[in-house]
């Protein structure tokens, strides 16, 4: 079983940075691959990053490329920073994790078993 608790959100104007944090409980993080997806309002939910599980491995969503950087330290947590923010990043950010001692990574929400209860970020513009 594994618990997971997002933080980092908050409000911040456009062109600037965040970092997100998502503290995981559970003996075998290190064996989990982890991601992070957003959802906006009257929108889905999409895919934004996701690592494998030692971090040798990541991807990104195409709005994400260059802007944001996910990383983990294998001491339960994994990062989101967000530089260069804009109005259209404005969501509620979900980091999420499924057991996978492989090299692979996952961008689909259906292949996630656990999920955090979700961190805000609203950009201004």
């Known amino acids: 079983q594994v618990q997971l608790v997002e933080s980092g959100g908050g409000l911040v104007q456009a062109g600037g940075s965040l970092r997100l944090s998502c503290a995981a409980s559970?003996?075998?993080?290190?064996?989990?691959?982890m991601g992070w997806f957003r959802q906006a309002p009257g929108k889905e939910r999409e895919f934004v990053a996701a690592?494998?599980?030692?971090?040798?491995?990541t991807y990104y969503a195409d709005s994400a490329k260059g802007r944001f950087t996910i990383s983990r330290d294998n001491a339960k947590t994994v990062y989101l920073q967000m530089n260069s923010l804009k109005p259209e990043d404005t969501a509620g950010y979900y980091c999420?994790?499924?057991?996978?001692?492989?090299?692979?990574?996952?961008?689909?929400?259906?292949?996630?078993?656990?999920w955090g209860q979700g961190t805000q970020v609203t950009v201004s513009s």
């Open positions: 559970g003996r075998t993080f290190s064996t989990y691959a």
């Open positions: 690592i494998n599980w030692n971090g040798g491995r």
């Open positions: 999420a994790a499924r057991a996978a001692s492989t090299s692979y990574y996952y961008t689909d929400d259906s292949e996630y078993t656990y």
